[in-house]
């Protein structure tokens, strides 16, 4: 196993500057990326007016889930959080699995978000700038010019935290005023009642469309970004306090803004443009192309600006908390050294944000499409979600002892219900869309193998027992996808209702499984030492500060 020449004297390495205000502005300017931008046609075209309650939806599914990882993300203040915790309650397969799908879920959002700003760049009455995007995907142009979009995200984190910090609290700012700006000038120009009861109805693709929206029309790659502020929690200041706030925080204010731009964009569609129903929408710029639509010339020169500050915003933040992520996983012994190294002058894990880059690049080579990017990192992000509602409780009952400057008493029963809205949520996406992300997540599995597998047996065991429940839950929820009911992409080998019954008793089944399995590895005696010398550091400097004051 690859081990870091120093865990502690690396995150020492890290600066704790950031608050709760900075810290709810990264999840914040985490969530409103290219989201808001393409998210209110895209469910509106699966689940017409009904687009409203998929976003309440995708709101609580995250907001429960996020209760989850709040308490893990205060017991263990480390950077990459979202990437330790099935390690620390289950050992190295299922941590490493939940690592991979979390990284994967993460690290392609970068390139999203660039390709998410190209896209509207193409809108521009300039031949140029409609060439690169041909409506579908980006032209080789297009890709030039997002790939110069990743190295500029790359640069501002290259230097330091507190440049990152300030840079990102002035770009939220913005990214929230302009939305609500759009949302609220939208509803001013035109406002048609009538779209939310003709063209098929309220939902007029029935309650399953409402749900695929959710999992696969940027719904669930919106909210993800609750996760950004406990992949930094390295470096907040007062984690126990400002990573809940944060995190809680920027889920319910988002949730306002994004029903506000749904509620207006649905009532703004001028009627040719559903001529064909709701399904017909077909916009390249769907904001912008209504705001000129209605005459707001302003509001669409306003946001093709955002286009590149709200989705730059977000490919900056997440080109950071990724850096966080591989150090976390190289600590998890699953990397090379190299990739554990935190620069001492600036904080900042240099060569991470390397690797992370050329990843990146790799993604906006095979995926050039804002929409095809936006359902493969869905998908990815609710596998790697299912690991924090088992490990939270998992760790209840293993470490007990251990400090949680937030605990929830409602957790035991949080905790079963967030894994349910993560199976069902991944069931949702649709087969065979859940097939490939699954596969996916298996491709990730030679590299723990080559770290893994030259371990004796009799140590490596008890890893592949405690991380079976995981394997198995990949491969029966690709087994319920493909033999679903057909109106979420199955065979219909399940009557339709039935089948959702069925996701949420095997997401239970696996919970509990999930939280018997865990075990005492070495991982979490690990933490568990970190943490009683933090403690004890901390109070030795608590003493020698107060000793003064007796003199």
Known sequence: MSEPESSTASHQNYRRSLGTISLTAVGLGSIIGSGWLFGAERAAKLAGPASILAWVIGAAVALTIALTYSELG??????????????????????????????????????????????????????????LYDGKELSTSGVALASVL???????????????????????????????????????????????????????????AVFTAVATSGIVWAFNGFQSPLNLAGEAR???????????????????????????????????????????????SPLADLAMAWGLNWLAMLLYADAFVSPSGTGMIYAATTSRMIHGVQENGHLPKIFGKVDAKTGIPRPALLLNLVVAFLFLAVFRGWGSLAEIVSVATVISYITGPVAVMSLRRLAPDLKRPVRLKAMPVIAPIAMVFGSLVLYWAKWPLTGKVILLMAAGLPIWAWYELRKPFVELKPHLKAGAWMVAYLFVMAGISWAGSKDFGGNGHLPEGWDLLIVAAIGLAFYYWGVASAW????????????????????????????????
């Open 150 to 208: 990743l190295l500029v995200y790359f640069a501002l984190n290259w230097f330091a935290i507190t440049l990152f910090a300030k840079t990102n609290t002035a770009i939220t700012v913005f990214k929230v005023v302009v939305p609500t700006l759009t949302a609220g000038a939208l509803l001013f120009a035109h406002f048609d009642t009538s779209h939310f009861t003709d063209h098929g109805g309220f939902a007029p693709n029935g309650w399953s």
């Open 74 to 131: 205060s017991m263990f203040p480390k950077a990459g959080g979202m990437v330790r915790y099935g390690q620390y309650s289950h050992g190295s397969l299922a941590g490493y699995l939940a690592a991979w799908a979390n990284w994967i879920a993460i690290v392609s959002v970068i390139p999203g978000e660039a390709t998410a700003s190209v896209q509207y760049m193409s809108s521009w009455h300039y031949g140029w700038a409609k060439a």
């Open 520 to 551: 005492n590895n070495p991982s979490l005696d690990e933490v568990r030492r970190e943490l009683a010398a933090e403690e004890a550091a901390a109070s030795a400097d608590a003493a020698g500060a107060a000793e003064p004051s007796r003199v």
């Open 238 to 284: 007062n984690p126990g306090k400002s990573l809940p706030k944060a995190v809680i925080s920027s889920i319910l204010i988002a949730l306002v803004i994004y029903i506000a731009l749904q509620v207006a964009f649905l009532g703004a569609v001028p009627d040719d443009g559903l001529a064909n129903g709701w399904g017909g929408l077909g916009y390249t």
